[in-house]
Structures are given as structure tokens and as C-alpha cells.
């Protein structure tokens, strides 16, 4: 009923949006929640960014979907596999075998599955991600994340110690891939421990929230789908396909960079094998202008800008549109990462953009993080009816607001499957 009531208010406000499309502009750029209740202007305009980096185009006139329209299945969401516990959702990816693999974590081990402690220091937090079934082979990635009132070696204590967004407010970097060609039973992790702050895979630091941000932090694999079957035709040897990744960063010391919120996106690629991964010089960084770069992460270019507005990003291919959709989620007030949260949705026929506007849904959850499209479960084709795309959005949500009513219903703090349909648009529709 949620959903239903916010696409209503979306249609009322379309004629006012056509009607005071300066004024949208404006209230935009100063109040960037008010964004979704002008998602069908057609006169939309994202902020301006500085920098010489990429910005998400404003431009709906080739994007194939109209603003997204959600469905339930019932009053509860589609349930979690057997094996999960209640708690954030671990990267998924699919296999030769027709299957999801699913890492679980904060919940008790999972039959079958090989655990191992890796240690954090000297940040405070290391969690999972960019997960890859490839060949035989599971890629597994963690990150460091720290507050700002942690010092090396002491637990958090007294009031305020989370640091100025409330809950790990120093994004870290990414530490690199943990290896297993027995589908998790057992694992090879070669950074069991980082030597130092700049320990990580790509070498970036992120000692405090003042003096440096990274660009790759908590990263996710591209879904390219099952054994990377829809790799770009341009990777050079096709039947080797590059494993591409995506996360949120910051290029200012200035802007605020958390788990949850940064400035920028970035994209890096590599041969997907156990020894490439993991190593620094066998990567390429997106460079801009549809370049890449063995440079170093330095040379790393965003494919979108929008200050304090990038979080968590996936980007999944979707067949059936041959489109890119990148998902973000982002707090709904800036820098508060214990508050709503905020998704939003963009296309691009390209995997390293230009990216264009679909939708944005301001307090998706309320407090929906991690949002993903399986490519497992998409549909091959759209619908011979009204030419709707079917999908399933996956995503944790609620964690620090356990008593705020779910929205859509089903959100909560486990894995969450809510289904999606999406409109295909000609040209001529937006005329």
C-alpha cells in the first residue's frame, strides 16, 4: 500500500514538475530527499559536481523505463534461504550448478561452510564482499571499516565514540580475496593480517576521516551472470572474461566517506584467477573516456559524481533491455548512517556508462542497504503484455531501526526479496 501511494503522489506532482521545472531544479540541489516525489520530470537535474569526473547524465530521453513500480508478493517477502539468519545480507553470486552461494555473517556458522578468523587491525571492522563463482573457484573479498574516536588496539567506549554519522564513519579500503574450489568448505586467505593502514590490495589508507579517503572500499563484483556469461564484447580474449568490480569512494578529503555515503563511483577490472586477483599490478582502473589504466589506483576516474550522495553500488546486466543497472543507496540525511537510507536506480548501455536516471525512492526500507538485482532471478524476456520487466530486489534493511514500519512491507533485517517490475519507454513517450 506504500508503494501504491507514492506512485500516486508521483502523478499528482507530474504536471507541477512540468510546470516549475526551474524551481525543481533548485529544490533538488538544496534538498536532495525531496528527489523522489520529482522523479518524473522530464526537466529533472541532478547537482552539479566539481572536478574533471563524470556526472550522471539528466538527460531520460534514450532511457528505457519509466520510475519503478514495486510489488509484494503477500504481506510477507519472499523468504530467505533455509539456511539464513537473521542479519545483513552477504554478497551472492550464481554457479555452473544453478545456484546462489550466500557467505552468511553475525549469525552461527552454516553447515558446510569453512570459517576462519582474519583480523582487522589496525582498523576496527572488516566485513564481506564482492563475492565471484568463477571456474570452480569462490571469490570472496573483505573491507575495513574504523570510527573516529577508535586508537589501534581499544574497543569503542563513552558516548559519541562511533564518530559524526553514528555507525562506522571511516569507510576503509579493500583488503582483497579470500580463494575456495571446494564451494566454501575450506578457504585460502593471503591477508589474514595487513601490514598497516595502506595494507590493503590496492594500497590506499584511510588512517582517519581528514587526511585521505579511498576509492575502493567496499566493493561488489558486477553481476555479469552466471559464470560471467554477458562479459562486454570488448574484453580483449572473450573466452577469459575480466571480472569487473564497483564501489563508492571519495577525491576530496573533505567530503564525508562512511560504509553507507561518499562522493563518487569507481570501476576496476582483472582475469578472474586466484593469483590475478590478488595481485595489485594485474589490475586495470576505469581512466574516464572508456580508457583503462594499469596505473595504479591513482588513475582511477568515476563513472558518476554527485556530492555526498553515492553509498553501497551494484551494477548488474540485464539481457532482455541490454542495459547495465546500477543500484545506490546513500542516507536520506547526510551523514547519518542509523537513519533512512535512500535507493536509487540507473541505466547505461555500456558498463562503464554514461549512466542515465531511472528512479529514486527516498527511504526505501526505510533503511534498505545493500541493494542488489540477482541476475539469477530477472526474467529472460519482458512481459508479451505490457512490456514489463520482471525482477527481484535484494537487500538487508532496518538494521538500526528495528521498530519503524517496513517499506515496502517486508523489509527487515535478514535477506530480503521484493519483487520489481520495471516499464519499458520509447522515445516518443517522453516527447
Known amino acids: 500500500m506504500q508503494m501504491q501511494t507514492l506512485g500516486f503522489r508521483v502523478g499528482q506532482l507530474m504536471a507541477a514538475c512540468y510546470r516549475r521545472g526551474l524551481m525543481a531544479r533548485s529544490v533538488i540541489r538544496e534538498r536532495p530527499a525531496l528527489a523522489p516525489h520529482l522523479g518524473a520530470c522530464r526537466q529533472l537535474a541532478l547537482p552539479p559536481h566539481?572536478?574533471?569526473?563524470?556526472?550522471?547524465?539528466?538527460?531520460?530521453?534514450?532511457?528505457p523505463f519509466q520510475h519503478?513500480?514495486?510489488?509484494?508478493?503477500?504481506?510477507?517477502?519472499?523468504?530467505?534461504?533455509?539456511?539464513?539468519?537473521?542479519?545483513?545480507?552477504?554478497?551472492?553470486?550464481?554457479?555452473?550448478?544453478?545456484?546462489?552461494?550466500?557467505?552468511?555473517?553475525?549469525?552461527?556458522?552454516?553447515?558446510?561452510?569453512?570459517?576462519?578468523?582474519?583480523?582487522?587491525?589496525?582498523?576496527?571492522?572488516?566485513?564481506?564482499?564482492?563475492?565471484?563463482?568463477?571456474?570452480?573457484?569462490?571469490?570472496?573479498?573483505?573491507?575495513?571499516?574504523?570510527?573516529?574516536?577508535?586508537?589501534?588496539?581499544?574497543?569503542?567506549?563513552?558516548?559519541?565514540?562511533?564518530?559524526?554519522?553514528?555507525?562506522?564513519?571511516?569507510?576503509?579500503?579493500?583488503?582483497?580475496?579470500?580463494?575456495?574450489?571446494?564451494?566454501?568448505?575450506?578457504?585460502?586467505?593471503?591477508?589474514?593480517?595487513?601490514?598497516?593502514?595502506?595494507?590493503?590490495?590496492?594500497?590506499?589508507?584511510?588512517?582517519?576521516?581528514?587526511?585521505?579517503?579511498?576509492?575502493?572500499?567496499?566493493?561488489?563484483?558486477?553481476?555479469?551472470?552466471?559464470?560471467?556469461?554477458?562479459?562486454?564484447?570488448?574484453?580483449?580474449?572473450?573466452?577469459?572474461?575480466?571480472?569487473?568490480?564497483?564501489?563508492?569512494?571519495?577525491?576530496?578529503?573533505?567530503?564525508?566517506?562512511?560504509?553507507?555515503?561518499?562522493?563518487?563511483?569507481?570501476?576496476?577490472?582483472?582475469?578472474?584467477?586466484?593469483?590475478?586477483?590478488?595481485?595489485?599490478?594485474?589490475?586495470?582502473?576505469?581512466?574516464?573516456?572508456?580508457?583503462?589504466?594499469?596505473?595504479?589506483?591513482?588513475?582511477?576516474q568515476s563513472l558518476i559524481s554527485w556530492g555526498n550522495r553515492t553509498g553501497v553500488t551494484t551494477i548488474t546486466y540485464v539481457p532482455a533491455v541490454k542495459r547495465f543497472i546500477m543500484c545506490v543507496s546513500t542516507p536520506t540525511w547526510s551523514p547519518f548512517t542509523t537513519r533512512e537510507f535512500d535507493t536509487y536506480l540507473l541505466e547505461s548501455e555500456h558498463i562503464h556508462g554514461p549512466f542515465r536516471y531511472i528512479t529514486y525512492m527516498r527511504a526505501f526500507g526505510p533503511q534498505a542497504y545493500f541493494v542488489n538485482i540477482p541476475s539469477k532471478f530477472v526474467s529472460a524476456s519482458l512481459d508479451p503484455g505490457d512490456g514489463s520487466l520482471k525482477l527481484m530486489l535484494s537487500y538487508s534493511a532496518n538494521f538500526a531501526m528495528p521498530g519503524s514500519h517496513p517499506n515496502p512491507p517486508g523489509s527487515g533485517y535478514g535477506w530480503v526479496l521484493q519483487e520489481v517490475k520495471l516499464h519499458t519507454r520509447t522515445v516518443a513517450e517522453w516527447v
Open 68 to 300: 519503478l513500480l514495486l510489488h509484494t508478493t503477500g504481506a510477507t517477502p519472499l523468504h530467505p534461504l533455509p539456511s539464513m539468519a537473521p542479519g545483513s545480507t552477504a554478497p551472492t553470486c550464481w554457479t555452473t550448478r544453478s545456484t546462489s552461494l550466500a557467505a552468511a555473517w553475525q549469525a552461527p556458522a552454516q553447515p558446510g561452510i569453512g570459517t576462519f578468523p582474519a583480523s582487522p587491525s589496525p582498523y576496527h571492522g572488516r566485513y564481506p564482499s564482492a563475492s565471484l563463482a568463477f571456474n570452480g573457484t569462490w571469490f570472496y573479498g573483505t573491507y575495513m571499516l574504523d570510527n573516529e574516536n577508535h586508537q589501534p588496539g581499544r574497543r569503542l567506549a563513552g558516548t559519541g565514540a562511533a564518530g559524526y554519522c553514528g555507525n562506522w564513519c571511516i569507510q576503509g579500503p579493500f583488503v582483497g580475496f579470500r580463494t575456495s574450489v571446494d564451494r566454501g568448505r575450506s578457504w585460502h586467505e593471503p591477508r589474514l593480517h595487513v601490514d598497516g593502514y595502506a595494507g590493503g590490495l590496492f594500497g590506499e589508507s584511510a588512517a582517519d576521516n581528514h587526511t585521505a579517503k579511498v576509492k575502493f572500499g567496499a566493493i561488489h563484483v558486477v553481476d555479469l551472470g552466471r559464470e560471467l556469461e554477458h562479459a562486454p564484447a570488448a574484453d580483449p580474449e572473450p573466452s577469459t572474461p575480466f571480472v569487473y568490480v564497483v564501489g563508492h569512494g571519495a577525491s576530496q578529503n573533505s567530503s564525508p566517506e562512511s560504509w553507507m555515503q561518499g562522493s563518487d563511483v569507481y570501476m576496476a577490472r582483472v582475469a578472474p584467477s586466484a593469483d590475478a586477483v590478488n595481485d595489485r599490478s594485474a589490475w586495470e582502473f576505469y581512466a574516464g573516456h572508456g580508457e583503462w589504466s594499469r596505473n595504479g589506483v591513482s588513475a582511477a
Open 50 to 63: 566539481s572536478g574533471t569526473t563524470r556526472s550522471i547524465s539528466t538527460s531520460q530521453a534514450s532511457a
